[in-house]
């Protein structure tokens, strides 16, 4: 059966198996808002634990210490990509602590000149990930508009108001965090925990899922499916959680 | 007896501005203090780019849940009739004008309008988050900021020297001594912290001040 054959390759049994091929230089597009809900956790550890180098992380943040968690709680963000020394270029919006004095991984590494940054707008940067999995090839926005983000981009006027041309993004590989995945790859998400995965689901070659529940096809209603599972390659459940 | 405004009274005095019925975006710091402020018998409607429309207060670590936050990262209450939505969906609100008023801090505001608030000339990396969409797209931006630096440099200028967030797009801007509206004609100050001349402002501040007709000291 399609639908046998299908399940069978979309769930593995170890984040490590999921995120094996995973080339030195891929671009990955990390889900996070900034905090332990949404953040693929265990798979960005298999990633480090992988080791690829020279990779694009695209994320809204770079790893911001106690953001969006409980005191004391631990989480594993796109931070230990840094500390492993594994990224050559960071995409974001919040991508360091609000306080200066505050020191991370990411911005130890770009003040060594190791990391090349690029900041975008949080809805611009979500506008664009969304653009590319839509295959559009660029839009027109007016936020950034005679900004320093705005910079060196072509900008055309629409009603009398100046707009910024933002070029979509796509990836070889998105890290989604969702709450529960049936074997065809449906998705559905808890709360703010939803932020960038939709969009990111669509817009990588491939897009690995971390979820707390797989179940079986026809247990999510249709109705509920937030990403369809024509976008999802691989799914993986995290340990200690649903069945 | 001058008397500048705390942050709850600021805070205070930028609820006042909601209308029954706006859908409201509240930044990190005194902004997300208005939402304890909401004047009697008016209904407002919270947003968060995070991905939420229509939550409640902001909750302690006990009551928390990891997957209900705002943009600061703090856990927010859920009430009845809210809904979350992705990243993308949270901004199409914002930049397609759905957001009725945007509450926003600030390092500086020109006298035109142009905000200046995502980063520090010199420290080489900023935090931009949502700030330039919220500038582009909220129907009307409020800012709530100090009137003057820590080191008594004026906040609101002749021209931005910071970075700057959006162009002309600052409505109205609350500090801790005055209250001033920017209009097609620059800005003017319309009230004033209990016991502050307009004359007492307008030395505090680089950008030229018209006075409003009917100033009058702030009203709660």
Same mark, same amino acid.
């Given at each position: 059966m399609a639908t046998d054959r299908s399940a069978a390759r979309k769930v593995f049994d170890s984040f490590a198996r999921a995120v094996a =091929?995973? !080339? =030195?230089g891929a671009v990955m597009m990390i889900d996070g808002f900034g905090g332990p809900g949404g953040m693929p956790s265990f798979l960005i550890a298999a990633l480090r634990d992988q080791g690829a180098r020279n990779l694009t992380v695209i994320g809204n943040t770079a790893g911001l210490p106690g953001f969006g968690a409980k005191a004391g709680q631990e989480f594993i963000t796109t931070a230990v990509l840094y500390e492993n020394r594994q990224v050559r270029k960071t995409i974001a919006s919040f991508p360091v602590p609000r306080s200066p004095s505050v020191m991370t991984p990411f911005r130890k590494a770009w003040q060594a000149g190791e990391v090349e940054l690029e900041v975008a707008p949080q809805g611009t940067l979500a506008e664009r990930i969304r653009a590319g999995g839509a295959g559009i090839a660029a839009f027109y926005t !007016?936020?950034? *508009?005679?900004? =320093?983000? *705005?910079?060196g981009k072509e900008t055309r006027e629409f009603g009398g108001r100046l707009h910024v041309l933002e070029h979509a993004l796509t990836a070889d590989y998105a890290f989604i965090r969702a709450h529960r995945a049936d074997t065809m790859g449906n998705l559905t998400y808890r709360g703010t925990s939803r932020n960038f995965n939709p969009a990111m689901a669509t817009a990588a070659r491939v897009t690995i899922a971390e979820v707390d529940e797989i179940v079986p096809a026809g247990e999510i209603d249709p109705e509920a499916v937030v990403t369809p599972g024509i976008y999802v390659r691989r799914i993986v459940q995290r340990p200690g959680a649903g069945q | 007896m001058k008397q500048p405004m705390d942050r709850d009274v600021m805070a205070m005095r930028v609820a006042r501005e909601f209308q029954d019925g706006d859908v409201v975006n509240l930044g990190i710091g005194i902004p997300t203090l208005a939402?304890?402020?909401?004047?009697?018998g008016r209904r407002v409607t919270f947003h968060s780019e995070s991905g939420v429309l229509g939550y409640g207060g902001v909750l302690d670590d006990g009551e928390g849940d990891i997957d209900l936050i705002n943009a600061g990262g703090q856990f927010v209450a859920p009430l009845p009739g809210m809904s979350v939505f992705s990243s993308a969906d949270a901004f199409a609100m914002i930049r397609g004008r759905h957001i009725a008023v945007a509450v926003l801090g600030a390092f500086q505001v020109s006298e035109r309008g142009d905000l200046a608030n995502w980063m520090l000339p010199g420290r080489g990396i900023g935090n931009v988050g949502g700030a330039m969409d919220l500038a582009a797209g909220a129907r009307r931006i409020i800012v709530v900021m100090e009137h003057v630096t820590k080191d008594g440099q004026p906040r609101l200028v002749r021209r931005c020297t910071y970075p700057l967030t959006g162009l002309r797009c600052v409505d109205l801007v609350v500090t801790d001594l005055a209250v001033i509206a920017v209009t097609p004609q620059g800005m003017e100050l319309r009230e004033t912290a209990p016991g502050y001349s307009a004359a007492d402002i307008q030395a505090m501040t680089e950008a030229r001040l018209t006075v409003a007709k009917d100033v009058r000291e702030v009203e709660l």
């Open positions: =091929d995973i !080339p =030195d !007016p936020t950034s *508009a005679g900004t =320093d983000l *705005a910079q | 939402s304890n402020y909401i004047p009697e």
